[in-house]
Every structure is written in C-alpha cells, then in structure tokens.
C-alpha cells in the first residue's frame, strides 16, 4: 500500500514539474499578452493541482491534506483574479492598437 | 382623543390609511433611484478631465526634455556602462576569493561552533520563554539590533515619503485623479473576492504576530501579510472606502506610537540588563499564547509598524499620499 502510494505521488509530481515547464515555455514563446496569460494559468492551476496531491500523498495526515486544501483554493481564486485585471488592463489599452500606430515601439 | 405624531404623515400606518382611502395611489415610494446614467456621465467628466491633465503633464515633461541638452550627461552614459561592468567583475572576482578561503561548512572547528550558539540553543527557551528560539534570539538576546532594524523600515518610509508625497495644489489634484486612470473602477469580480479574501488575510496575519513565540512567524513577516491584505482592500475598493479606517491621521498614530512602545519595552531590558537586576515580569509557562514576557508584545509593535511601512509604500507610489 505504501508503495502505491508512492509511486502515485511521484507520478503527480512529475506531472506537474511538466506542467510548470510547458507553462513557462509559453509565456516565454508567446508574443501577445492574452495568450501569455493564458500559458501562464496552466502553471497556476493544474501544475499547482498536481504538486498538491502529489504532497498530500506523500504525508497522508489528515491536518496536513486539509492545509494543503486551503493553500490550493487561496491560490485558485488569487491567481483567476490577477488573470482578470491583466485582461481588463489589456482590453482598456489595446496593446495591439498602439504597437500598430507607433510602428512596433 | 389621543394625540397625533408629528411626523403621522410618513408612517406606515398613514400610508395604509391613505391607501384604504383611496388618496394615494402607491403604497410605498419608488426606494430604487435610477442614476446609472448620472453616474456614467461624472465618470465621463472624470476621465476627460484626467486625460486633460495628462497632455498637460507630457508637454512640461516635453519642454523639459528639449531645454536643456546635457553634454556631460552622454558622456556619462557612455561611460556608465564600462564602469558597471568593470565594478562588478572585480567585486564577483574578489567574493568568489573569500568563498574559496572560507572553512568547510558544518565542520566542528569552525568559528560558528562557540559558546552563544550553545546557549540560544540550550537555555533559550528557559531564559526567553519563548518556544520559537529564533524569536527569543532576536527579540530578546538581540533586541537592540531589531530595534535598528524596526528604526530603518521608519526611515526608509519617511524617505520615500520626502521623495514622493505630494504636499497641495494642482499637482495633488491631477495624480489623485490619475490613481486609477486606465484601471477598472468599481470591478465587481475583484470587489466580491476581496471581500472573501480580505478578512482571510487579515485574520491569518494576526495570527501569524499572536503566535510569533509558539510557531515560526513573528512580527516582520505578520506585518507584511497584514499590509499585503491593505493593498487588496485598496486595489478593490479604491481609496476613498481605505481612508475610513486607515488614513494619514491613523498612520502616524499607530506608527509613532508603536515604535514609542518598542523603545520603551527594550529600554526595560536594557536597563534591567545593565544594572545586573533580575527580570520582574513572569515568563508564563512557554507554550502558552500569554507567555515569555515582553516579546508578545514586541512582535505586535513591530507588526504595526512593518504593515503601515508596506501600506504606505504602495500608496505613495500609486498617488503621492496617503
């Protein structure tokens, strides 16, 4: 049963570390802010997702899981809503607009 | 006869009367205003005036620029960049020697292993009564380099503060009205969050300063969750609804008057210390949240002081005030 466990642990671990880098290879690639942001979330949701359960699994106490719980929803809401003010900056400004009508500067 | 209220008119009972009469038509008044339209027109006003002062703004910043060319100053910028280099080669090249020269770390020689580092650990949680050694060590053993730590957040704030505040006149006006120019105003996502979020926040940072001699925490890193949670409230809700529990007035009460307390708490046990008296107030059983004297105290002083430091450095460099 420990070994399961385990094993499942590092799977999800592993997992998310993916995550994290096709994530930061995105925003990284990507030229317009909005699909940034939107590489950015898979780091901020399922890779976050995934390190959570992989520690949950890896101490399977009850307090702990609950911890990790509250940590995974705090950052859930947080990060949607900072996703939301970049996109509400984007649309008021229109980066694409200005870079048309100042040559790319 | 009884006597009839002066105000018989507007009660509920008078409205049914009339009512059951006949002489008015609706029960209640009309309670929802319809002033939608009024208030996207003063947001309209508001925000052509802002961009009024924003050409305003960039002409002076473009008169400015062309006046005066600086000869001196393209050199230097020409120059700046060899020096920098030039500095930080030698200092990587000089630290990088001192890293190689230094003892192996975790030896037994090492000039670390001594006689204090001995004591915090042994007889810490006895001298202290604090559970948390690290918080022992530095509120206690070591207070008077805290202190100078709690005195330079005060500096760096009224430093900023010299930099930055804008006094009165015009220029007050138009960075007031610049605060939120591009930003979304009354955005009801964020607002409806920050109401979940906000008390969360608040609650888990007084209880990071409460517990700061039971669990790793303390005064620093509580007031800086607590100022965090301010500039939520603040980015939510604006300014004006900040300013009804915490403006100017409040900041530099709470302000001075922790740092006051500190002083105060510290020049006990320096005063005691020197003098070779013994402690007179109890430690408490450590473990307990009322436990190890003055240092519960301390933590919540230099919390006050860290969360008014991060609040008004976001609010200075947002508008120019607090």
Same mark, same amino acid.
């Given at each position: 049963m420990e070994w399961i466990k385990?094993?499942?642990?590092?799977?999800?671990?592993?997992?998310a570390a993916v995550m994290e880098i096709i994530a930061i290879y995105g925003v990284y690639k990507f030229k317009f802010v909005?699909?940034?942001m939107h590489a950015a979330a898979i780091g901020d949701t399922l890779a976050l997702f995934l390190g959570a359960l992989g520690l949950m699994l890896l101490r399977s106490s009850k307090w702990f899981s609950y911890k990790i719980i509250i940590v995974v929803i705090f950052l859930w809401m947080t990060s949607s809503i900072s996703s939301h003010v970049i996109m509400r900056m984007e649309y008021n400004i229109d980066t694409k607009k200005v870079e048309e009508e100042t040559g790319g500067k | 006869m009884s006597k009839k209220r002066s105000d018989y008119k507007t009660t509920f009972y008078s409205r049914i009367e009339n009512y059951v009469n006949g002489k008015d038509e609706f029960l209640f008044h009309k309670e929802v205003k319809d002033d939608t339209v009024h208030e996207l027109e003063s947001l309209e006003a508001e925000l052509t005036e802002a961009a009024d002062l924003l050409e305003k703004r960039e002409e002076q910043q473009r008169i400015q620029d062309n006046s005066e060319?600086?000869?001196f100053l393209k050199r230097f910028h020409r120059l700046y960049g060899i020096i920098a280099t030039l500095v930080c080669a030698t200092l990587m090249v000089l630290l990088l020697i001192t890293v190689s020269w230094l003892p192996r770390f975790g030896e037994a020689a090492n000039p670390a292993n001594n006689v204090v580092t001995k004591r915090y650990i042994e007889k810490g949680e006895e001298e202290t009564g604090a559970?948390? %050694?690290?918080t022992g060590l530095i509120l206690n053993y070591r207070g008077f380099d805290t202190m100078g730590e709690t005195h330079v957040l005060f500096v760096a704030a009224s430093c900023v503060m010299i930099l930055l505040?804008?006094?009165?006149?015009?220029?007050?006006?138009?960075?007031y009205a610049f605060d939120r120019y591009l930003e979304p105003k009354n955005d009801i996502i964020i607002q409806k969050t920050a109401n979940f979020l906000v008390p969360?926040?608040?609650?888990?940072?007084?209880?990071?300063?409460?517990?700061?001699h039971l669990s790793p925490g303390g005064g620093f890193s509580g007031g800086s969750i607590i100022g965090a949670g301010l500039i939520m409230y603040v980015s939510a809700f604006g300014f004006k609804k900040t300013e009804r529990f915490f403006n100017e007035r409040i900041y530099k009460i709470a302000k001075v008057s922790a740092l006051?307390?500190?002083?105060?708490?510290?020049?006990?046990?320096?005063?005691?210390?020197?003098?070779?008296?013994?402690?007179?107030?109890?430690?408490?059983?450590?473990?307990?949240? %009322?436990?190890?004297?003055?240092?519960?105290f301390i933590?919540?002083?230099v919390g006050t002081e860290v969360a008014c430091t991060m609040y008004a450095f976001y609010a200075l460099f947002r508008k120019g005030g607090l």
């Open positions: 385990f094993i499942m642990a590092v799977i999800c671990m592993v997992f909005m699909n940034r | 060319p600086h000869d559970v948390n %050694i690290v505040l804008i006094a009165e006149g015009e220029e007050k006006k138009s960075s969360a926040v608040f609650i888990f940072g007084i209880y990071v300063i409460l517990n700061g006051c307390f500190y002083i105060c708490c510290l020049s006990y046990y320096f005063y005691m210390g020197a003098h070779g008296y013994d402690n007179h107030i109890p430690l408490g059983t450590p473990g307990n949240i %009322i436990s190890s004297g003055l240092i519960l933590n919540i002083f």
